[in-house]
């Protein structure tokens, strides 16, 4: 596609449960990137997929929270056990990584909007 | 402290002024610099990178002081529709497995008033 997309845009979803939410990054691009934002709050980094590097984990908040990259491409975000706390929008953003010194430009999807009741 | 600080605001700015803030990073090391443009319940949308040399794009015009480590963002002759938050993104350099955890600001919020 032509941008980032993201499904589902918009998920309730009870206490408990466990929900996943995925990510199609522009065709090409090599990095990977998942966010979350409360509402009125900044982004928080929760983790980074870059070509066959391993992910930088270090942003997710508990073991609760899991990710993965098939084939270089798409990403599922897991969260299990949802709490109420988890509810924000989760966005993803790729890029295309061409150099150490080279300004990429991040894109981002739309984000899924998740409410944990 | 956190890698990257902006002033949450809101900056109140009568249509047609000027206004300008701040973005402070604590890496040194750091490589990129980039405003982001978020309006309310949407995804944060690429406004300018910002150049060593500084850049100005239209009424916008972005600086870099690297010996202080900051860089700003200056609007002219603001318009209604500017009203958002500019987030600020920084990112570390080096080899290509540094290219992550772009370090963002929590943003400023800007409210052009007629």
């Known amino acids: 596609g032509a941008g980032v997309s993201q499904s589902p845009s918009n998920k309730v979803t009870e206490k408990g449960k466990d929900v996943e939410l995925r990510c199609d990054p522009i065709?090409?691009?090599?990095?990977l990137y998942w966010y979350r934002q409360s509402l009125g709050q900044g982004l928080e980094f929760l983790i980074y997929?870059?070509?066959?590097?391993?992910?930088?984990k270090s942003g997710l908040p508990s073991d609760r929270f899991s990710a993965e990259r098939t084939g270089g491409s798409v990403s599922t975000l897991t969260i299990q056990r949802t709490q109420q706390e988890d509810s924000a929008v989760y966005l993803c953003?790729?890029?295309?990584?061409?150099?150490?010194?080279?300004?990429?430009?991040?894109?981002f999807g739309e984000g899924s909007w998740l409410t944990v009741v | 402290r956190k890698e990257v600080e902006q002033d949450p605001g809101p900056f109140n700015v009568p249509e047609g002024a000027t206004v300008a803030f701040n973005c402070t990073y604590s890496?040194?090391?750091?490589?990129?610099f980039f405003w982001y443009r978020q309006d309310c319940r949407k995804e944060p949308k690429l406004l300018m990178s910002?150049?060593?040399s500084g850049n100005e794009d239209g009424r916008f015009t972005a600086q870099l002081n690297r010996a202080s480590q900051y860089i700003s963002l200056l609007i002219r002759d603001s318009k209604l529709s500017d009203s958002a938050t500019y987030l600020c993104?920084?990112?570390?350099?080096?080899?290509?497995?540094?290219?992550?955890?772009?370090?963002f600001g929590a943003g400023t919020q800007v409210v052009v008033t007629p």
């Open positions: 953003a790729s890029s295309l990584v061409l150099g150490a010194l080279t300004t990429n430009t991040i894109y």
């Open positions: 065709s090409g691009h090599t990095a």
């Open positions: 997929f870059q070509g066959n590097s391993a992910p930088d």
């Open positions: 890496n040194s090391a750091s490589q990129s």
């Open positions: 910002v150049y060593s």
């Open positions: 993104v920084v990112i570390s350099g080096g080899t290509t497995d540094s290219w992550g955890k772009l370090q």
